[in-house]
């Protein structure tokens, strides 16, 4: 059967998202679900989903959540609970693109929602994690970084940059950057979700990030009940799948290819 390649637009939490997909259509492989950063898109990841399709046989959706990307906008400011918010229109993602067997990939922002996602809602259709890093608690360094990012936005040339990837380029940055920013946001904690999880999961950090450390990988650490695996690479900052590929491919094939075996033994045994 032909490769799912595709381009479009889709209803999810009441807005139109863009989305692209790649590799083989959900009928015939598990769907790999990218979830992006914070200031991220569909585009922002650049070569990473071909590259993952053609690696691990598997499909792979990436979409702009709402206020990123192509996808519409959202009203300003955004509520200190966007990322728990966004719980919802994930599961709608899925249902739109009638995907039946998920593993969540998600970076930064993307990682705490899918780990929100699995650690809240009762979807079958979710059979692992894939968590890039991920935070589930504030950090002062971390902060600091996204004040930084704030004064890079309005003094370099960052927000040039930015505005080839998003329509609404003030959303997309101020959504993100406001609320992190906001001082009772300091407080905000959702490591509980930690405590749900029965999936597999894999958690890759860099150990250079300026915008986390590995206290959040220890949280999963110290806090998880379901198969853990982990992937710490030195030298590396905020985006490993794309300073680091060579190592985050690798285990992100192995991982699918594990999940792959189980499933395989599960409906044998069945």
Same mark, same amino acid.
């Given at each position: 059967?032909?490769?799912?390649?595709?381009?479009?637009?889709?209803?999810?939490?009441?807005? +139109?998202?863009?989305?692209?997909?790649? $590799? &083989?259509?959900?009928? =015939?492989?598990?769907? *790999?679900?990218?979830? !992006?950063?914070? #200031?991220?898109?569909?585009?922002?990841?650049?070569?990473?989903?071909?590259?993952?399709?053609?690696?691990?046989?598997?499909?792979?959706?990436?979409?702009?959540?709402?206020?990123?990307?192509?996808?519409?906008?959202?009203?300003?400011?955004?509520?200190? +609970?966007?990322?728990?918010?966004?719980? $919802? &229109?994930?599961?709608? =993602?899925?249902?739109? *693109?009638?995907?039946? !067997?998920?593993? #969540?990939?998600?970076?930064?922002?993307?990682?705490?929602?899918?780990?929100?996602?699995?650690?809240?809602?009762?979807?079958?259709?979710?059979?692992?994690?894939?968590?890039?890093?991920?935070?589930?608690?504030?950090?002062?360094?971390?902060?600091?970084?996204?004040?930084?990012?704030?004064?890079?936005?309005?003094?370099?040339?960052?927000?040039?940059? *930015?505005?080839?990837? !998003?329509?609404?380029?003030?959303?997309?940055?101020?959504?993100?950057?406001?609320?992190?920013?906001?001082?009772?946001?300091?407080?905000?904690?959702?490591?509980?979700?930690?405590?749900?999880?029965?999936?597999?999961?894999?958690?890759?950090?860099?150990?250079?990030?300026?915008?986390?450390?590995?206290?959040?990988?220890?949280?999963?650490?110290?806090?998880?009940?379901?198969?853990?695996?982990?992937?710490?690479?030195?030298?590396?900052?905020?985006?490993?799948?794309?300073?680091?590929?060579?190592?985050?491919?690798?285990?992100?094939?192995?991982?699918?290819?594990?999940?792959?075996?189980?499933?395989?033994?599960?409906?044998?045994?069945?």
């Amino acid at each position: 059967m032909a490769d799912w390649v595709e381009k479009g637009h889709l209803t999810a939490g009441g807005k +139109s998202l863009e989305y692209a997909c790649w $590799g &083989p259509p959900p009928s =015939v492989a598990p769907t *790999l679900v990218l979830l !992006h950063e914070g #200031l991220g898109s569909v585009a922002q990841w650049k070569d990473v989903p071909g590259r993952l399709a053609a690696a691990t046989g598997f499909g792979v959706v990436a979409y702009s959540r709402a206020g990123y990307g192509q996808s519409d906008p959202v009203r300003l400011p955004r509520p200190l +609970s966007y990322q728990d918010d966004e719980a $919802g &229109p994930l599961g709608e =993602v899925l249902d739109a *693109l009638d995907i039946k !067997h998920a593993v #969540l990939m998600g970076h930064s922002d993307g990682a705490t929602i899918a780990a929100i996602y699995a650690g809240s809602v009762s979807d079958m259709r979710v059979r692992g994690l894939i968590l890039i890093a991920p935070h589930f608690f504030t950090e002062p360094g971390g902060l600091e970084a996204i004040a930084g990012a704030g004064r890079a936005y309005e003094t370099t040339g960052l927000k040039a940059k *930015l505005r080839r990837y !998003h329509a609404n380029v003030d959303v997309a940055f101020k959504g993100w950057h406001d609320v992190w920013t906001d001082p009772k946001y300091r407080d905000w904690n959702v490591a509980d979700m930690i405590d749900h999880w029965r999936i597999p999961v894999l958690a890759v950090q860099g150990t250079a990030d300026p915008y986390g450390t590995l206290a959040q990988i220890a949280e999963i650490e110290s806090r998880i009940y379901s198969p853990l695996e982990t992937l710490i690479i030195e030298d590396c900052g905020h985006a490993p799948h794309l300073e680091k590929p060579t190592e985050t491919d690798a285990a992100i094939v192995e991982f699918c290819a594990r999940l792959n075996r189980l499933e395989q033994v599960e409906v044998s045994l069945a």
